[in-house]
């Protein structure tokens, strides 16, 4: 047995042995390992030590930190520190030799060194989870807002698509049904003048929209969008397609001041769709009679009414998709205004009317109509 040793050297292959089996504890259990490390160092103590069991140990405290709970990960390093001081202090108060420093440095190599440097590997590893979690939430944000703006362009275009197209096609398939149904050469050459003018208009929008689509920046500024300037031409269209054969008539009440600010692009254009979809529909479910169509502005909103009289017809004139009073309430609703189609009551119980109504505000702060 060594001078100032509990335990003979046999004994030196325990703690070994034991600090070698809690290595294998060192990242499933590493709270315990360090724990029952301490005891297992304290008896290597007895013995002459081995430098193996010390590296072990030392380990072992790195885990605890990098691997332990959060908890666990904050207490060790203060917990060391304060024991390292301890042992300095404490062995220059019995020493009283500057060589007890040493054992203090150390005390500290052992334990405090490990608890710092598993610190700041596990304050390194959070901080790059933490970059790699932002990131990861940036990037989905980004996909999220990439297929909202998508999905907004395809309805805008399928609105576009249907406002455009729908008013011809009408026209058409109402002017073909006269021309097929009445044995009368005067009646044909009039529909079929109407049928071509509007698959000649309907082909321009086509080429337009087309147009839109291919181009992009600066270039999109050359197609021109429709305004309310060209009501009174989408009314004569109207008068054209719905007079000879449908028994309607269409009268245009422009009450906006006639030094009221331009309006908005957005806005126009919303206007115009909204009213050529109703003049579409009122050709298609329209009961013969009159069809107004009324614009107003205040200083905050445009409003626009279209009436028409329904009832009395075992079907619509044409086929529709059923899609026009949808496209008509989300235009609205993109520039927040309001929308409501629906039949109204009247003083006649013979005449059922029915009434589109939309108020787009001047100065909107929705997407694109």
């Keep these: 047995m060594n001078p100032g040793r509990l335990l003979d050297d046999e004994w030196l292959l325990v703690p070994l042995a034991l600090m070698a089996c809690l290595e294998l504890l060192r990242r499933t259990r590493p709270g315990f390992g360090v724990a029952a490390g301490t005891l ?33 990960a904050r207490r060790l390093p203060v917990i060391t520190g304060a024991a390292t001081l301890t042992v300095m202090f404490g062995s220059l108060a019995l ?45 989905l944000l980004a996909e999220m807002d990439r297929v909202q703006a998508v999905n907004a362009e395809r309805s805008r275009m399928a609105r576009e698509l249907h406002d455009m197209v729908a008013n011809h096609l009408s026209a058409i398939a109402i002017h073909s049904t006269a021309a097929l149904s009445l044995d ?50 989408l009314v004569e269209q109207a008068r054209a397609s719905g007079g000879p054969s449908g028994g309607l008539s269409f009268a245009l009440y422009d009450e906006r001041p006639a030094d009221a600010p331009q309006l ?67 235009r609205a609703t993109l520039l927040d205004g309001s929308f409501e189609a629906l039949p109204v009551d009247t003083d006649d119980p013979a005449v059922k009317l029915w009434r589109v109504t939309a108020e787009l505000p001047v100065e909107h702060r929705g997407g694109t109509a």
Excluded: W
């Design 95 to 139: 020493i009283r030799e500057p060589e007890a420093i040493l054992l203090g440095v150390i005390a500290g190599f052992i334990s405090f060194g490990p608890a710092t440097t598993g610190m700041l590997v596990r304050n390194h590893r959070e901080a790059a989870a933490s970059e790699r979690l932002r990131a990861e939430q940036t990037a």
């Design 184 to 233: 009368d050469p005067r009646t044909t050459r009039d529909a079929l003048g109407v049928i071509r003018e509007n698959s000649v208009e309907g082909l321009a929008e086509m080429r337009r929209l087309i147009g839109l689509l291919r181009d992009s920046g600066g270039e999109r500024e050359a197609h021109a969008e429709p305004t309310l300037d060209g009501l009174e031409s």
């Design 264 to 330: 908005p692009a957005p806005v126009e254009l919303a206007a115009y769709r909204i009213v050529q979809e109703s003049l579409t529909n009122a050709l298609k479910h329209a009961a013969p009679g009159e069809v107004t169509i009324r614009l107003s502005r205040t200083d905050t909103a445009l409003r626009i009414v279209v009436t028409s009289r329904f009832g009395g017809r075992d079907g619509p004139r044409a086929p529709g998709s059923g899609a026009g009073l949808v496209g008509m309430g989300e």
């Design 40 to 72: 297992v160092l304290a008896l290597d103590q007895c013995t002459q030590g081995s430098l193996a069991t010390l590296v072990m140990y030392t380990d072992l405290m790195y885990a605890a930190v990098l691997y332990g709970s959060p908890a666990l």
